[in-house]
Every structure is written in structure tokens, then in C-alpha cells.
């Protein structure tokens, strides 16, 4: 068994509360699907968002989602870097699997395909 890491990331186009609490869940859902894992599988989910998403905690839709309330998260915020992507979402899903690295499949929705285009080519053909 492994711990293997999960990339995705999303954009908001407000910083509002329900809009960043459903992108979130969007993009969890997204991940699970994408990887076939069981909340009871995931070792922790790292939760990160750029300054100007202030409204909530994107990790409240987590802690919503059914069965997913014991897995640990931590939110914190993006280096500030000046032409950085606004109003991301980036989730880091540790999982225990028995897969490959290579076998993971990162998700990036919305405006944060342009963050990692080649594996948006490569997990969505």
C-alpha cells in the first residue's frame, strides 16, 4: 500500500460563500470519481485558496459530504505570486492505493485547466 498524491484545482467567478462551497464539492466529487477511492481510503486532503476567496472555507463542503467527516483537512492560503490564477481551489487528496503514481488522475475544472494543461489533456480527452 501507498499514499499517493491527487491534484485539482477550480476557480470561483465570486468570492461567495454557496458558489465557493459548491465549486469545492464539485471538485472533490470530480476527483473521487475520476480515481474510484472510499473517504476511508484518504489519509488527508490538503485544502489551499488564493487571497481573494474569503467567504468561507472551501473544506465546510468536505466536512458536508457524506462520509467524509473523520478524514483530516487543513486549509491554508496560496503564496501570493502577482500573475497567479484568481479565486482558486486546490485540493491535495492523499490516498492509500495500491495503484502507481502514474495511475493517479488529477481534475482541473474551469479556469484552472490553464494551471496544467498537459495533464487536462491527458485525464480529459
Known sequence: MFVRGIRGATTVEHNEEQEILNATTELLTAIVDANDFRP????????????????????????????????????????????????????????????????????????AQALRPDIVKLTNP
Not at 55 to 84: D, K, Y
Request: hydrophobic residues 45%.
Open 40 to 111: 476511508d481510503e484518504i489519509c488527508s486532503v490538503f485544502v489551499t485558496v488564493t487571497q481573494d476567496i474569503t467567504a468561507t472555507f472551501p473544506a465546510r463542503a468536505i466536512r458536508q459530504m457524506g462520509g467524509w467527516e473523520l478524514v483530516p483537512l487543513m486549509c491554508s492560503l496560496e503564496i501570493p505570486v502577482v500573475s497567479s490564477l484568481p479565486r482558486c481551489i486546490r485540493l491535495m487528496v492523499q490516498v492509500n492505493t495500491t495503484k502507481g503514481q502514474a495511475e493517479m488522475n488529477h481534475v482541473y475544472l474551469k479556469a
